[in-house]
C-alpha cells in the first residue's frame, strides 16, 4: 500500500517536469528561433524594400527627366555631398580646405582671413531624413574673406563650393578694388551631427 | 480471406489438357444446382470465367498423385467437441513434417445407428507443386482452395454406408483413391500405380488388399475388386464410380446425369464434406498472410513498446528543436536568395540620404556661384559693377556698378540700365528688380543700385550667343578684325533686348565691369569653368572658344567641322563608362550639341540635324547615366 502514489503525486510531478521544461526551452532555445525569424523578417523587409525603392527610382527617373529642376540638377549644382560629419570634423575640413587653397593660390590671394562659428539647426525632419535616423544635424558656419583677381576668386568661389567639406554658400559679397582684383567674402556652411542636443 | 458459403463456386479439375469445371450454386452451404464446363487449363479462361459466373469462390482438385489420406477413429461425439482430437492425431497419422494450410481435417457424418465417428486427414505435401493455375491466387481477389479426391469421395460418401465402393481413378497419372464402408467404419486408401495395360487389374487388386485388410470379407473383396478392375479396364482419364444408392441422391439434388457425376462428382462431394472450404476443402498452396491496412499495422508497430518509446523521443526532440531547425532553414533559404541585400541595403541607405541631403540643399539654398554666372550673363555692354551681394538663404542679391552712355550710338546711361533690368527680368530667374540712380557725373556716368530676387536658382537657361560671353566673347565684338572666326552675322547678333547697346558699343572703356566683362579671356574661361561643372550645354567654351568656331560659316544654317563633333555613343559605351569619363564626356557632348545647336542643326532641313539628334541622343544618355550612378553611389 505505501508504493501507492497519490494522484497529487502522479500527476503533479510530470506537470511540474513539463513546465520547468518549456521554461527552459523558453528561455534558452526559444529566443534563438525566434531571433532567426526576426532576421529573416527583416531580410524579407529590406528585399521589399529595395524592391519598391527600385520601382520609385524608375519613376523619379522618368519624372526628372521631364523637370529640369529635378534631383539631377541639384546633383550637378551641388556636387558631390558627404554625410554630415560630427562638428569637430566639419570645422577641420573647412579649415584643410581653406588651407588647400590658399596653398594652391598662394600670393594670388591677399588679406584673406576666415572665421568660423555655430548656426542653426537643420529642422529634425530634414536631419532625420538626412542621416536615415534620429539625430540633430547642426550648421558649422564659416566666412572666408580675400582679395583676388576676378579669374582667381571665380575659381576659389567654385573651389569652395564644389568642395564636400562644404555643404552650402550662403552668402557672396564681391566689391571692386584696385588694380583689376576684388575683395570676396563668402559665407558658407557645413553640415555635421550635433555633439549635444539643444534644449536637451 | 474467409470461403464463402452462399452463392457461386467455381470447382476446377485438370483433366489432361482440358479443365473440368462446375460452377455450383449454394445455399446454407448446400448445393442446389450445378452447370458443367470444359476449359483450356489458362489462368485467364478461368478468370474470364469466374467473371462470367461472379464465382465468390474457387475450389481447385488437386491429383490423387499429389496427396495422402488417412482415416481415424473416434468415438461418438459432436464435430466441435472431436475435431481437436482428429488434429492431435493428425500428427500421428500424418506426421509432422506437414504444413498446416497443407493439411485437411474432416469428419465423415455419422451414419445410422453408427456409435463411432470416422476421421478422413488429407495432406498436400510441400514437394507437391501447384502446377496448373498456381497463379490464380494472385490474380484474383475471390478466395482459392484446394481439395483432394478423398475429400471429395468423403463428401460423396456422406452418411451413406454404401456396400461398394467408391472410386476416383485416373488412368493417366496412375492414381485410385478408394472409399468403402466395412463392419468398422470406412476405410480411405490412395494409391499410385503405373499406368498402363497392367493398371486396372493393380487397382482391382489394391482395393481388394485394402479391403480385406479392413476386415471385409474374402468374396466381397474379390468381386469388389474384380468389377473395380472391369470398370476401369477401358478408362482413358479419370473417373469417379459411385454406388448406385450414392449416384442416385447426387442426381436429385444436383440434376445432373449419371455419366456427368462420373466426370464432375468428385468436386461436388468436395463441397458436401466441407462447404466453408476451412477443412477437408481448405488447403491452401503458401501459406495465408495477414494483409492488414495502414492503420492497422500502424496500430500493431506502436503498441511494441520499443517503439513507441522511439517515436515519443523523436516527438520530443521535433518539439524542442523543431522550430530552431525550421527558423534555420527558413533563415537559410532568405539568405541564399538575398546574398547581396546587405551592401544593397547599404547603397540604398545611403542614396536615400544623399538624395534627402541634395533636398534639403534645394529647399534651403542654391548653387551660388551658378546664379552668379547667370547673373553676369545678363549684364549688358556698358555697365560697370563696382559690387555683388547674394544671399542664398533669402534668395536675394543686390549689385552696384555705373552704366556708360555710348554718345556716338546714341545709347544714354539709362538706356544700358533698362537693358539690363530687361534682361534681368527677361528669363524668369530673377524678380523683384528695383533700381535706384543718382544723377549722373561729369562724365554722364550713372551710378546704380540694382537689387532683386531669385526665384529660379536652379533653372538651367540656354542663353543666345548674343548674351552668352563665353561663347561670344566681348573681345571678338569689340574688335570683329582681329576675331575674323568669332564673327556672326549682323542679323542674327542684333537680337534681344540688349541688341541696340551691343550694336553700338565700341569703345573699349564701356566693356563690362572690371571682374566681369572688361577681362575677357579671363571671364572666358571663369565662364567655361563655372558652366562645365554646371553641365550647362553650350557654355563650355575652351581656350579657344568653340562657339567662335562655330561661327566661322555664319549661323542659321552652317555646316560644323565635323571634327569638332564627337562620335556618338551608344547607350553600351555609355553604361560602359567610369564616372569620370562620364563627366568629361558630358562636357564634350554639351559643347558639341551648343554648336550644332548655334548652327542651326536642331531644325528638320538642316544637313546635320541627324547628327544633332545623335548628339543629343547620347548627351541624354550621359546625362540620365550620371544620374543613376549618382543614386547608386557607383563609380
Redesign the interface.
Known amino acids: 500500500m505505501g508504493e501507492q502514489q497519490s494522484p497529487v503525486l502522479r500527476l503533479g510531478l510530470p506537470a511540474i517536469a513539463v513546465m520547468i521544461a518549456f521554461g527552459l526551452?523558453s528561455s534558452l532555445?526559444?529566443p534563438?528561433?525566434?531571433e532567426?525569424?526576426m532576421?529573416?523578417d527583416r531580410?524579407?523587409s529590406?528585399?521589399k524594400?529595395?524592391s519598391d525603392?527600385a520601382d520609385l527610382?524608375v519613376r523619379l527617373?522618368r519624372a526628372?527627366?521631364k523637370d529640369?529642376?529635378a534631383?539631377?540638377?541639384?546633383?550637378?549644382?551641388?556636387?558631390e555631398?558627404a554625410?554630415p560629419p560630427n562638428e569637430n570634423e566639419a570645422g577641420s575640413s573647412l579649415l584643410a580646405l581653406i588651407n588647400d587653397i590658399r596653398e594652391e593660390f598662394g600670393n594670388a590671394i591677399r588679406e584673406d582671413t576666415f572665421r568660423q562659428g555655430v548656426g542653426a539647426m537643420?529642422p529634425k525632419t530634414?536631419a532625420r531624413?538626412?542621416?536615415?535616423r534620429d539625430g540633430a544635424v547642426q550648421r558649422v558656419t564659416a566666412e572666408y574673406q580675400f582679395v583676388a583677381?576676378?579669374?582667381d576668386?571665380?575659381?576659389i568661389?567654385?573651389r569652395l563650393?564644389?568642395s564636400p567639406s562644404v555643404?552650402?554658400?550662403?552668402?557672396?559679397?564681391?566689391?571692386?578694388e584696385d588694380g583689376?582684383r576684388?575683395a570676396v567674402s563668402?559665407s558658407m556652411e557645413r553640415?555635421a551631427l550635433a555633439s549635444v542636443r539643444r534644449g536637451a | 480471406m474467409t470461403f464463402p458459403t452462399e452463392g457461386t463456386i467455381l470447382a476446377l479439375q485438370p483433366e489432361g489438357t482440358r479443365l473440368r469445371a462446375v460452377t455450383l450454386e449454394r445455399q446454407n452451404g448446400q448445393i442446389r444446382s450445378a452447370t458443367i464446363r470444359e476449359l483450356e487449363p489458362e489462368t485467364s479462361s478461368v478468370l474470364a470465367m469466374v467473371a462470367e459466373s461472379e464465382a465468390v469462390g474457387v475450389l481447385i482438385m488437386l491429383p490423387g498423385s499429389a496427396m495422402v489420406v488417412r482415416t481415424a477413429l473416434l468415438p461418438g461425439g459432436s464435430d466441435q467437441d472431436l475435431l481437436p482430437a482428429l488434429t492431435i492425431q493428425s500428427e500421428a497419422l500424418l506426421g509432422s513434417e506437414h504444413p498446416e494450410h497443407r493439411m485437411g481435417r474432416g469428419l465423415l457424418p455419422a451414419a445410422p445407428g453408427e456409435s463411432n465417428r470416422i476421421g478422413v486427414l488429407t495432406s498436400w505435401p510441400v514437394q507437391m507443386q501447384a502446377n496448373a493455375l498456381a497463379d490464380l491466387e494472385d490474380q484474383t481477389e475471390i478466395p482459392v482452395r484446394w481439395t483432394t479426391p478423398a475429400a471429395g469421395l468423403a463428401g460423396l460418401m456422406g452418411a451413406h454406408r454404401p456396400t461398394g465402393p467408391l472410386v476416383h481413378a485416373n488412368s493417366h497419372t496412375g492414381s485410385a483413391t478408394f472409399a468403402w464402408s466395412h463392419a468398422g467404419g470406412v476405410g480411405f486408401r490412395n494409391v499410385l500405380l503405373p499406368p498402363g495395360e497392367h493398371w486396372p487389374p493393380s487397382v482391382g487388386r489394391a482395393f481388394q488388399e485394402s479391403a480385406l485388410g479392413s476386415g471385409a470379407p474374402d468374396s466381397w473383396a474379390a468381386a469388389a475388386g474384380e468389377a473395380l478392375q472391369t470398370g476401369l479396364a477401358s478408362l482413358n482419364g479419370s473417373i469417379t464410380i459411385l454406388p448406385h444408392e450414392v449416384a442416385s441422391e447426387l442426381q436429385e439434388q444436383t440434376g445432373l446425369s449419371s455419366a456427368e457425376l462420373g466426370t464432375h462428382g468428385i468436386l461436388i462431394g468436395a463441397l458436401l464434406i466441407d462447404p466453408q472450404g476451412a477443412g477437408l476443402a481448405g488447403l491452401r498452396d503458401a501459406m495465408p498472410t495477414e494483409n492488414p491496412d495502414f492503420q492497422a499495422r500502424m496500430t500493431a508497430a506502436l503498441s511494441v513498446p520499443r517503439t513507441a518509446r522511439l517515436i515519443v523521443a523523436a516527438a520530443a526532440l521535433i518539439l524542442i528543436f523543431g522550430p530552431i531547425v525550421s527558423a534555420w532553414t527558413r533563415l537559410s533559404v532568405v539568405e541564399s536568395r538575398n546574398a547581396e541585400l546587405a551592401s544593397m541595403v547599404q547603397d540604398a541607405d545611403a542614396l536615400e540620404r544623399s538624395l534627402a541631403h541634395y533636398d534639403t540643399l534645394g529647399n534651403t539654398g542654391f548653387s551660388a556661384v551658378k546664379v552668379l554666372s547667370d547673373l553676369f550673363t545678363n549684364l549688358p555692354r556698358g555697365i560697370r559693377v563696382e559690387g555683388v551681394r547674394m544671399n542664398t538663404r533669402d534668395a536675394s542679391f543686390s549689385l552696384t556698378g555705373k552704366s556708360i552712355p555710348d554718345r556716338s550710338a546714341g545709347v544714354s546711361a539709362t538706356d544700358v540700365i533698362e537693358s539690363m533690368r530687361q534682361q534681368l527680368g527677361q528669363d524668369r530667374m530673377f524678380s523683384r528688380i528695383s533700381l535706384n540712380w543718382e544723377e549722373p557725373d561729369a562724365f554722364g556716368h550713372l551710378e546704380f543700385t540694382l537689387s532683386g530676387r531669385i526665384d529660379k536658382p536652379h533653372k538651367d537657361v540656354m542663353y543666345q550667343r548674343e548674351r552668352d560671353f563665353a561663347a561670344y566673347s566681348l573681345a571678338a565684338r569689340m574688335y570683329p578684325d582681329a576675331f575674323p572666326n568669332d564673327q556672326t552675322s549682323e542679323g542674327s547678333a542684333l537680337e534681344g533686348s540688349a541688341a541696340p547697346v551691343d550694336a553700338t558699343e565700341a569703345t573699349a572703356s564701356t566693356t563690362q565691369s572690371d571682374f566681369v566683362a572688361s577681362e575677357e579671356s579671363n571671364n572666358d574661361d571663369s565662364r567655361g569653368e563655372i558652366e562645365a561643372r554646371l553641365n550647362r550645354p553650350g557654355l563650355t567654351g575652351g581656350d579657344n572658344d568653340t562657339a567662335s568656331m562655330a561661327d566661322a560659316n555664319d549661323r542659321g544654317g552652317s555646316m560644323v567641322d565635323p571634327n569638332l563633333i564627337p562620335q556618338p555613343l551608344s547607350l553600351a559605351q555609355v553604361q560602359a563608362l567610369s564616372r569620370d569619363e562620364i563627366t568629361a564626356e558630358i562636357k564634350t557632348f554639351s559643347t558639341a550639341y551648343n554648336l550644332l545647336r548655334q548652327n542651326g542643326a536642331s531644325k528638320e532641313d538642316n544637313p546635320q540635324h541627324a547628327l544633332f539628334l545623335q548628339i543629343q541622343a547620347s548627351w541624354k544618355d550621359l546625362r540620365s547615366e550620371l544620374l543613376n550612378r549618382s543614386r547608386e553611389g557607383n563609380n
Not at chain 1, 71 to 79: K, R, S, W
Open positions: 526551452w532555445l526559444g534563438v528561433a525566434s532567426m525569424h532576421k529573416a531580410i524579407e529590406d528585399a524594400r529595395l525603392g527610382a527617373g526628372e527627366r529640369r529642376n534631383t539631377g540638377d541639384l546633383i550637378v549644382a551641388f556636387g555631398v554625410s537643420i530634414e531624413r538626412i542621416l536615415g583677381t576676378t579669374e576668386a571665380i575659381r568661389l567654385g563650393e564644389g555643404d552650402l554658400v550662403t552668402e557672396v559679397r564681391m566689391t571692386k583689376g576684388i563668402c553640415w
